[in-house]
């Protein structure tokens, strides 16, 4: 079992920056593949971002991320961060990170990981 913490949303203005962490407990994290999504109301929750496990020598992003948002891991600390760059009106969502034993394949496929935290919110007013 894994257990996985969301922190660090908020209420920001656009172009302001946010960094999310989630933290996690109960198993190697580092044998995990760590996943960030997100769910705006009425929609689908969407890939944003993914990391692979150990090293995460592996990142890969959705299009329409790709250039604002970072994704790292401390397997020290247990811990993947997402750092959100100039913030736009349709980045908000509730933001989820999700775990998945093993490599990145299918990794941006929400029915492929394990484990999900509670999310945390993130508004971006114009």
């Known amino acids: 079992q894994v257990q996985l913490v969301e922190s660090g949303g908020g209420l920001v203005q656009a172009g302001d920056s946010l960094r999310l962490s989630c933290a996690a407990s109960?198993?190697?994290?580092?044998?995990?593949?760590m996943g960030w999504f997100r769910q705006a109301p009425g929609k689908e929750r969407e890939f944003v971002a993914v990391i692979s496990p150990r090293g995460g020598s592996v990142t890969y992003y959705a299009d329409n991320v790709k250039g604002r948002f970072t994704i790292s891991r401390d397997n020290a600390k247990n811990t993947v961060n997402l750092q959100i760059n100039s913030l736009k009106p349709e980045d908000t969502a509730v933001y989820y990170c999700?775990?998945?034993?093993?490599?990145?394949?299918?990794?941006?496929?929400?029915?492929?990981?394990?484990?999900w935290g509670q999310g945390t919110q993130v508004t971006v007013s114009s």
């Open positions: 999700a775990a998945k034993f093993g490599g990145v394949s299918e990794s941006t496929t929400p029915r492929m990981y394990d484990y």
């Open positions: 109960g198993r190697t994290f580092s044998d995990y593949t």
